[in-house]
């Protein structure tokens, strides 16, 4: 008897066990983790030097080995390349071919996959309608990008899963005519477009929904006067868009494009505007000042933490460019000044360039780094991006791209010293006697994400 209260008392837990198992078929909800894929390592630990090679010929876009200052790969891309952007998570960069207008079907885009240090990744092409003009990008995932036509007055979306271009999106005749910069938020609902206008406007700003490629909003008046640099903030909340007429700068809450009211001004003339997401800080460079502005992002509106004079300091005149160290130390400004005072064996006019170093915490200047001064180049006076400033995803390096010295100057952040020109690729021989071709024409240096 006893015996048989056992084996009854085990034939009713199996039976829980399987009931609790199988009995009802209810579906209970597994949480799984799902992490976000983290920067591609070939694209953190490099930086591209974008080179064009005249109106006929294809451009290149020349990797930057991080670690060891190296060329480690050349892309050919297109005629006239102008913009580049490393595609999130990082293992794509995109370059958009301006084209030229004696050439049919030379407005394009260009893909390769950065070098696994064996090999770069062989580039195709995406076409975009004739005329186009593209001039900038943006991109907030691996799905898709988006490309702002200055010469249609569209912005193109183009699927990164068919490559293929999926809807040609008119903007306004007036306020949106002639876009050069766009930016998409990072939780990928709206891009908003910065435009130049039509003869006689002060420009505008076009917002676009994703969800169906569509203009939803135009933005002119207010305050928008020639808009020249756009940012997003990390939480996508809030949209900046600086304004060179006035140096107003323009802050929209991309809920519903609204504007927030604020008095924040870096001067008539600011032309540069760049966001640090490691300390949510807007940077302002202001040439005809000769200032930088910094601003806190996490306030709303933001509010200005130090307007730093760089008439001080020597060479500091006409800032163009800020690069932030990701890491939070530092930012570094990049000023150009055009003369004919030259160093023997540079024949003049000639150019330079040095960076000036500013701790982040406090502001108080550190340092300058001189590069090296070169002859002006008179096919660089058109280049849109004729000095560009950035730092590598480490914080070891940051790079300035220099036309006039056909290379990507180079300098140490640890010791905050001056490391290299490396030249661009080689061009070609467009001179009678040339044996040598002289390297391309930078047009913008770019850091891996």
């Known amino acids: 008897?006893?015996?048989?209260?056992?084996?009854?008392?085990?034939?009713?837990?199996?039976?829980?066990?399987?009931?609790?198992?199988?009995?009802?078929?209810?579906?209970?909800?597994?949480?799984?983790?799902?992490p976000t894929p983290p920067p591609d390592p070939k694209g953190t630990h490099a930086a591209f030097l974008i080179a064009n090679n005249g109106?006929?010929?294809?451009?290149?876009?020349?990797?930057?080995?991080?670690?060891?200052?190296?060329?480690?790969?050349?892309?050919?891309?297109?005629?006239?390349?102008?913009?580049?952007?490393?595609?999130?998570?990082?293992?794509?960069?995109?370059?958009?071919?301006?084209?030229?207008?004696?050439?049919?079907?030379?407005?394009?885009?260009?893909?390769?996959?950065?070098?696994?240090?064996?090999?770069?990744?062989?580039?195709?092409?995406?076409?975009?309608?004739?005329?186009?003009?593209?001039?900038?990008?943006?991109?907030?995932?691996?799905?898709?990008?988006?490309?702002?036509?200055?010469?249609?007055?569209?912005?193109?979306a183009?699927?990164?899963?068919?490559n293929t271009v999926s809807t040609i999106i008119p903007l306004d005749p007036v306020?949106?005519?002639n876009p050069f910069a766009l930016a998409q938020t990072p939780?990928?609902?709206?891009?908003?477009?910065?435009?130049?206008?039509?003869?006689?406007?002060?420009?505008?700003?076009?917002?676009?929904?994703?969800?169906?490629?569509?203009?939803?909003?135009?933005?002119?008046?207010?305050?928008?006067?020639?808009?020249?640099?756009?940012?997003?903030?990390?939480?996508?909340?809030?949209?900046?868009?600086?304004?060179?007429?006035?140096?107003?700068?323009?802050?929209?809450?991309?809920?519903?494009?609204?504007?927030?009211?604020?008095?924040i001004?870096?001067?008539?003339?600011?032309?540069?505007?760049?966001?640090?997401?490691?300390?949510?800080?807007l940077y302002i460079a202001n040439p005809v000042l000769n200032a930088v502005t910094v601003l806190n992002a996490a306030m709303d509106p933001p509010v200005v933490l130090a307007t730093v004079p760089l008439s001080s300091i020597a060479g500091a005149a006409n800032p163009i460019s800020i690069a932030p160290l990701l890491d939070g130390t530092r930012f570094y400004v990049l000023s150009e000044q055009l003369g004919n005072t030259c160093p023997s064996g540079v024949a003049a006019p000639c150019v330079a360039t040095q960076l000036?170093?500013?701790?982040?915490?406090?502001?108080s200047y550190r340092k300058t780094i001189a590069l090296p001064t070169v002859t002006e180049m008179p096919a660089c006076e058109t280049v849109r991006f004729r000095y560009s400033a950035v730092a590598s995803a480490d914080s070891s390096r940051v790079y300035?791209?220099?036309?006039?010295?056909?290379?990507?100057?180079?300098?140490r952040t640890s010791d905050d010293t001056f490391v290299l020109n490396l030249a661009a690729p080689s061009g070609v021989c467009t001179v009678l006697g040339c044996t040598v071709p002289p390297p391309q024409s930078p047009v913008l240096v770019i850091a891996g994400s």
């Open 1 to 34: 008897m006893k015996r048989f209260a056992i084996l009854r008392r085990v034939a009713v837990l199996a039976c829980l066990i399987l009931l609790e198992a199988s009995c009802g078929n209810t579906f209970r909800p597994v949480v799984i983790i799902v």
């Open 55 to 156: 109106p006929f010929n294809p451009g290149a876009a020349m990797q930057i080995d991080v670690s060891g200052d190296t060329n480690v790969g050349v892309a050919a891309v297109g005629i006239e390349p102008n913009f580049a952007l490393v595609q999130p998570p990082g293992n794509r960069v995109i370059v958009s071919n301006g084209g030229n207008s004696a050439v049919s079907g030379t407005d394009s885009v260009t893909i390769f996959n950065p070098s696994t240090f064996t090999s770069i990744g062989l580039p195709f092409t995406i076409s975009l309608p004739s005329g186009s003009h593209p001039v900038f990008m943006a991109a907030a995932s691996s799905n898709g990008f988006y490309v702002a036509n200055a010469g249609t007055s569209t912005v193109a």
């Open 158 to 162: 183009v699927s990164s899963i068919t």
């Open 175 to 177: 306020f949106g005519a």
């Open 187 to 263: 939780d990928r609902k709206k891009v908003y477009v910065i435009s130049s206008g039509a003869t006689g406007s002060l420009g505008g700003i076009t917002s676009i929904t994703t969800v169906d490629n569509t203009v939803t909003n135009v933005i002119s008046g207010g305050g928008v006067d020639n808009p020249v640099g756009i940012a997003v903030r990390s939480d996508s909340q809030r949209a900046y868009v600086l304004n060179k007429g006035n140096g107003d700068l323009t802050v929209i809450n991309t809920f519903d494009d609204s504007l927030i009211s604020n008095s």
């Open 265 to 281: 001004s870096a001067g008539a003339g600011a032309e540069f505007l760049t966001y640090d997401s490691n300390l949510n800080r």
């Open 356 to 363: 000036t170093v500013f701790n982040a915490n406090d502001y």
């Open 400 to 411: 300035v791209g220099n036309c006039d010295a056909g290379a990507a100057s180079i300098a």
